[in-house]
């Protein structure tokens, strides 16, 4: 027997959760199929959850494609349907070549599993991020931020997750939530999550409460990570401080939880608990456009005393 | 004895790739800090090494802990594997952000060889920045002389340059200190 998930018309980090919910009393191993036909639009989240979802199931999920010709050709440029033919059974028409690249997508849908594939999105978004971060009327001073920021958390799955996962940059226009373009990041993989990695810590003992939310507070908000080594946790840290400095928003969800440093301009909350169940850790970073009138941030102490 | 370490080409030797001029990822990190022991080991027992920054596009916070940190600490503990001092050339703003947040994380300094001279950057005591300044100043100074330009007690000022000289940031020549580099400028 088939259970048929619907896939909203707009996929985000927000309405990925109604995709969960419809799965948590599906067990794993039950054949699902995905209903996307109907999807008109899809976020970088949306697009890499999607493809780390069919990493959760034991029996090959299916999908039917968006039937708008404009949506399945944009999940082509995006590289979504190169992954997704060896993740799901795949049913509808889609183009089988990606065709043009598509300006806005910056980094199409990548796999990362291990250190080389880090370096090689690092070097591939590095020219383009300069020209897009200046579109945003973000200084030069921006691009190397940016890229570290890409690499951490692309580290992230190498060093904790236990298994790949993907990567995916895209600009687009927020006009709901901000009205300018955003430049954003999502990463996402299917592996042991947050919680089960900081619990294979040496001598790791657990509080009262200790959960998936205590997890992300732990590693997001005081850069506890699973080694003893106290250089570790930077990562994150940076890209906290990274993200402040250019009014950037990251939320990371794992497992029940997600987590997020939220700027002026939004109006999440920061921690949210209970959610539907998702396995590994799928983060992302969105940066705004900086409106004209708004003064660039002081780079940091410089390299001086 | 003085090293020249470019550091982009021995992260080319590491990763086996001339596509790569960034220094990112740990792996990446503690493969390019093995190979700078490595060619360190070929070295005289007191070494200088230039670490250069210049041909590297930039390097995450994960490789500046395991390059940069990793490496200092090894030197500045109580048995280093030898008497080396680092100068770190090259750096630009691209790099700081990333070497600044692990020398705090951790606690260390380093100097910096700049157009306009040589500076110590990190985390350093009031005291031992003012040592470290004062010495510089001298270019090569028995304790009591910079203790009397200091107008400090010798004790506190032999106590700190010591201190210093743990750190790999300045160099005991005889009865006389200096600080790392120091001879590089005029």
Same mark, same amino acid.
């Given at each position: 027997m088939t259970t048929v998930v619907n896939v909203p018309p707009s996929l985000d980090d927000y309405s990925f959760d109604d995709v969960l919910r419809q799965l948590m009393p599906v067990s794993p191993d039950t054949k699902v199929l995905l209903d996307a036909r109907h999807v008109r639009w899809a976020s970088p989240f949306g697009l890499t959850a999607l493809l780390t979802l069919a990493q959760t199931r034991a029996e090959m999920p299916a999908l039917a494609v968006p039937e708008l010709e404009e949506t399945a050709s944009y999940? !082509?440029?995006? @590289?979504?349907?190169?992954?997704? *033919? *060896? +993740? =799901? *059974? +795949?049913? @509808?028409? =889609?183009?089988?070549?990606? @065709? !043009? !690249?598509?300006?806005?997508?910056l980094l199409e849908i990548t796999s990362v599993s291990k250190s080389e594939d880090v370096h090689d999105v690092v070097g591939r978004i590095q020219q383009k991020a300069q020209l897009m971060l200046r579109e945003l009327n973000l200084d030069a001073k921006a691009t190397v931020g940016f890229a570290m920021t890409l690499s951490e958390i692309c580290q992230n799955i190498v060093e904790h997750a236990g298994r790949g996962g993907w990567v995916m940059v895209q600009t687009y226009r927020w006009t709901k939530r901000l009205g300018r373009r955003v430049v954003v990041i999502a990463v996402a993989d299917a592996g042991v999550g947050f919680r089960q990695s900081l619990e294979t810590a040496p001598g790791k003992e657990r509080s009262d409460r200790w959960d998936d939310a205590a997890a992300l507070e732990d590693a997001v908000i005081r850069g506890v990570s699973r080694f003893r080594d106290p250089g570790r946790g930077q990562g994150l840290a940076g890209v906290r401080r990274y993200l402040g400095r250019w009014d950037g928003k990251l939320a990371v969800r794992s497992g029940t939880a997600r987590i997020a440093i939220v700027p002026n301009w939004d109006d999440d909350v920061p921690l949210a608990e209970h959610l539907p169940p998702f396995p590994g850790a799928q983060v992302q970073v969105t940066i705004p456009e900086r409106a004209p009138s708004q003064p660039s941030p002081q780079a940091s102490a410089r390299t001086k005393r | 004895m003085m090293n020249h370490i470019d550091l982009s080409s021995v992260l080319r030797q590491t990763v086996a790739c001339d596509l790569y001029s960034n220094l990112v990822t740990r792996p990446t990190g503690a493969a390019v800090r093995d190979q700078i022991e490595r060619l360190l080991g070929d070295a005289h027992d007191r070494t200088l090494t230039v670490i250069d920054f210049s041909q590297v596009s930039m390097i995450d916070f994960s490789c500046a802990d395991e390059v940069i940190a990793k490496l200092l600490l090894r030197y500045e503990a109580d048995d280093p594997p030898r008497d080396a001092y680092f100068l770190f050339r090259g750096v630009t703003e691209e790099?700081?952000?990333?070497?600044? &947040?692990?020398?705090?994380?951790?606690?260390?300094?380093?100097?910096?060889?700049?157009?306009? /001279?040589?500076?110590?950057? /990190?985390?350093?005591?009031?005291?031992?920045?003012?040592?470290?300044? /004062?010495?510089?100043?001298? /270019?090569?100074? &028995?304790?009591?002389?910079l203790a009397k330009a200091l107008g400090a007690p010798a004790s506190d000022v032999q106590r700190s340059l010591e201190a210093l000289r743990r750190r790999r940031l300045v160099m005991r020549v005889g009865e006389e200190y200096m600080v790392v580099g120091a001879h590089r400028v005029g």
């Open positions: 999940w !082509a440029r995006a @590289g979504f349907f190169r992954h997704a *033919e *060896e +993740l =799901y *059974e +795949l049913h @509808g028409t =889609y183009p089988k070549r990606a @065709g !043009a !690249a598509d300006s806005n997508v | 790099h700081w952000e990333a070497i600044e &947040a692990v020398l705090e994380r951790r606690g260390l300094a380093l100097v910096l060889e700049q157009a306009d /001279g040589i500076h110590v950057v /990190g985390t350093l005591s009031s005291e031992e920045r003012r040592v470290w300044e /004062g010495a510089q100043q001298l /270019g090569r100074a &028995a304790p009591a002389e």
